[in-house]
């Protein structure tokens, strides 16, 4: 079976301050995909890529940037964190076609 | 834009109870539907899909599918203590562009 890892787990930023979080899945799955969950708000998505390469914006892009520069990964930057900032970062993968997406189990981030 | 509504936020259920979930979405293009469940500290887990109208039965697990009236419900029979979780409706028209996700309901089984 495969897996999918997020990096950080927890992530500690200061107002104004470039956050990166990292996710890698060894599934070869082609489409990868950046949620943003927030008590009370369900989750929303930021980006997305169908492949290497490939940058889609979500609802909720603005204040972000990503990268899929290989099939395996995708990496989340948070241009200019927001002071008192609190939220789970959710990474997912599907190989598409219909297909169920499996979750990272996230990056925590608060912003002091 | 797509709305996905889910009800209740929250539902106790007595163990080996059934809990019922509901869901409503708003474009009438949407095809694709699921259910996803996250235990806390976890990421969400696709629990089951569900792509055409009628009943889909897996396990303890049902869903429904009423694209015309814009509803998809989730049945969980013989609950347990183990299906205390947040529960997710999910929702897309085109299955790469992204699943849009209801607020969650959160589902609590006391023994």
């Known amino acids: 079976g495969g897996i999918i890892t997020q990096t950080p787990k927890f992530l500690i930023g200061q107002e104004g301050q470039k956050l990166t979080l990292k996710c890698q899945q060894n599934?070869?799955?082609?489409?990868m995909y950046w949620y943003r969950q927030d008590s009370g708000k369900g989750l929303r998505l930021i980006y997305y890529?169908?492949?290497?390469?490939?940058?889609q914006k979500g609802d909720l892009s603005e204040g972000y940037d990503a990268s899929r520069e290989k099939k395996s990964s995708f990496s989340l930057t948070v241009t200019s964190a927001q002071k008192n900032e609190m939220a789970v970062f959710l990474c997912?993968?599907?190989?598409?076609?219909?297909?169920?997406?499996?979750f990272g189990s996230g990056t925590r981030l608060l912003v002091i | 834009q797509q709305k996905v509504q889910q009800s209740p936020e929250s539902l106790i259920v007595p163990e080996g109870g059934m809990a019922s979930l509901n869901c409503t979405f708003s474009?009438?293009?949407?095809?694709y539907f699921w259910w996803y469940r996250q235990h806390s500290g976890e990421g969400p887990k696709a629990l089951m899909?569900?792509?055409?109208?009628g009943d889909k039965k897996e396990g303890r697990f049902t869903a429904h599918l009423n694209k015309a009236s814009l509803y998809v419900s989730l049945h969980i029979k013989d609950s347990q203590p183990s299906d205390s979780a947040l529960y997710f409706c999910?929702?897309?028209?085109?299955?790469?562009?992204?699943?849009?996700f209801g607020l969650g309901t959160r589902v609590s089984v006391f023994p």
């Open positions: 474009d009438r293009n949407s095809q």
């Open positions: 599934f070869n799955h082609d489409t």
């Open positions: 999910a929702v897309s028209m085109d299955y790469a562009q992204g699943l849009t």
């Open positions: 899909s569900i792509f055409s109208n």
């Open positions: 890529s169908i492949t290497e390469n490939d940058l």
């Open positions: 997912a993968s599907s190989p598409g076609q219909a297909s169920d997406y499996t």
